[in-house]
T-cell receptor
Framework: DAGVTQSPTHLIKTRGQHVTLRCSPISGHKSVSWYQQVLGQGPQFIFQ???????GRGNFPDRFSARQFPNYSSELNVNALLLGDSALYLC????????????FGSGTQLSVL | GENVEQHPSTLSVQEGDSAVIKCTYSDSASNYFPWYKQELGKGPQLIIDIRSNVGEKKDQRIAVTLNKTAKHFSLHITETQPEDSAVYFC???????????FGAGTRLFVKA
């Protein structure tokens, strides 16, 4: 079975641009979470979605938004990119909304110049 | 607020020795404590976890201990091997389950 897949793997943007990152969860998993990992730090929670509804939001500005589709895949959108948005963006899936076991994809490395 | 502190940030051991990583959490509502291993170019992978009603759990060469009173938990790796070299993250999840707080990570080097 395929694991969590994320696209693209790498992305280079300039300040002020917009970016969309995509995630497909493990088959049968209905919950998707997004994390930001800055180099040398642990992942930081951005959003959790379950059954297309937002179940949790971390301490990120409104420039960050996400959605989940009927097939449980998800998109993370970031508007008005800042240099500080440069990071590895990780998607994790789990079987249900209160299942703490997270299965991570390999991430999208975003560089903002 | 919620916080997980992890020590040390870097750990170097000889192959065959043991490695210990320690974490402290702040929110007493946390009841699930996973450990993740992250290799270069990959996402974190769950290696072992423990719930708040358990004091210790072991899986082959890996063990975790939890002291809920002191809000401390630790990862123990015995008989380390070069393939154990990676970054290890401790984490804590609140009882309502949607948010996992990660420590800053420990980079483990196992020298052959």
């Amino acid at each position: 079975d395929a694991g969590v897949t994320q696209s693209p793997t790498h992305l280079i943007k300039t300040r002020g641009q917009h970016v969309t990152l995509r995630c497909s969860p493990i088959s049968g998993h209905k919950s998707v979470s997004w994390y930001q990992q800055v180099l040398g730090q642990g992942p930081q929670f951005i959003f959790q979605y379950y059954e297309k509804e937002e179940r949790g939001r971390g301490n990120f500005p409104d420039r960050f938004s996400a959605r989940q589709f009927p097939n449980y895949s998800s998109e993370l959108n970031v508007n008005a990119l800042l240099l500080g948005d440069s990071a590895l963006y990780l998607c994790a899936s789990s079987t249900r909304d209160r299942d703490e076991k997270l299965f991570f994809g390999s991430g999208t490395q975003l560089s903002v110049l | 607020g919620e916080n997980v502190e992890q020590h040390p940030s870097t750990l170097s051991v000889q192959e065959g020795d043991s490695a210990v990583i320690k974490c402290t959490y702040s929110d007493s509502a946390s009841n699930y404590f996973p450990w993740y291993k992250q290799e270069l170019g990959k996402g974190p992978q769950l290696i072992i976890d423990i719930r708040s009603n358990v004091g210790e759990k072991k899986d082959q060469r890996i063990a975790v201990t939890l002291n809920k009173t002191a809000k401390h938990f630790s990862l123990h790796i015995t008989e380390t091997q070069p393939e154990d070299s990676a970054v290890y993250f401790c984490a804590a999840t609140l009882s309502w389950g949607f948010k996992t707080i990660f420590g800053a990570g420990t980079r483990l080097f196992v020298k052959a």
